[in-house]
T-cell receptor
Framework: KAGVTQTPRYLIKTRGQQVTLSCSPI?????VSWYQQTPGQGLQFLFE???????NKGNFPGRFSGRQFSNSRSEMNVSTLELGDSALYLC??????????????FGQGTRLTVV | GIQVEQSPPDLILQEGANSTLRCNFS?????LQWFHQNPWGQLINLFY???GTKQNGRLSATTVATERYSLLYISSSQTTDSGVYFC??????????????FGKGTKLSVKP
């Protein structure tokens, strides 16, 4: 069974640009969440999508957005990139409660560098 | 919101030694996971353990939900155990995953 797949693995962007990251969850998982990891702030929750609807959102500016498609694949977008957006972005997927609990499984991450 | 504290922040061991990592959380949770972050950044699932005790090889974990803490035991440590160990907790609701709140991690270094 394939794990959570994130693309691309590495990305270098210039300040002011925008970026789109992709996440394919484990087959059968319908919940996808995104996290940002930085040395200063640690791992922080960005948002969660379930059945194509944003269910939960962390404390991030509106430049950070996402969506989920009918096949549960998710994308997150960051517009007007800032140097502080440089981070490892991690995606997690999980099944519905009652179908094995809500254990989250993470992808390898996308390392974004803003220059 | 829920606070998660991990201790110790750093741990240096000689290969073969045993260790205990602790995770304290400030409120009731219905999701608790332990992860090992590999050098490439991926979070590897160790345990999904909102309560009780589980064992997997040289690793075991115990969560005492009523006292709001969890312990991760590593026995006979190996150099490949090096890395950062994270505890994450969450409150699930309405059929969704909710969000995980992570501790700051314990950085483990195992020396040969």
């Amino acid at each position: 069974k394939a794990g959570v797949t994130q693309t691309p693995r590495y990305l270098i962007k210039t300040r002011g640009q925008q970026v789109t990251l992709s996440c394919s969850p484990i087959s059968g998982h319908r919940s996808v969440s995104w996290y940002q990891q930085t040395p200063g702030q640690g791992l922080q929750f960005l948002f969660e999508y379930f059945s194509e609807t944003q269910r939960n959102k962390g404390n991030f500016p509106g430049r950070f957005s996402g969506r989920q498609f009918s096949n549960s694949r998710s994308e997150m977008n960051v517009s007007t990139l800032e140097l502080g957006d440089s981070a490892l972005y991690l995606c997690a997927s999980s099944v519905l409660p009652g179908q094995g609990g809500t254990e989250a499984f993470f992808g390898q991450g996308t390392r974004l560098t803003v220059v | 919101g829920i606070q998660v504290e991990q201790s110790p922040p750093d741990l240096i061991l000689q290969e073969g030694a045993n260790s205990t990592l602790r995770c304290n959380f400030s409120d009731s949770v219905n999701n608790l996971q332990w992860f090992h972050q590999n050098p490439w950044g991926q979070l590897i699932n160790l345990f999904y353990i909102p309560s009780g005790t589980k064992q997997n090889g040289r690793l075991s974990a115990t969560t005492v939900a009523t006292e709001r803490y969890s312990l991760l035991y590593i026995s006979s440590s190996q150099t490949t155990d090096s890395g950062v160990y994270f505890c994450a907790v969450g409150v699930n609701y309405g059929g969704s995953q909710g969000n995980l709140i992570f501790g700051k991690g314990t950085k483990l270094s195992v020396k040969p």
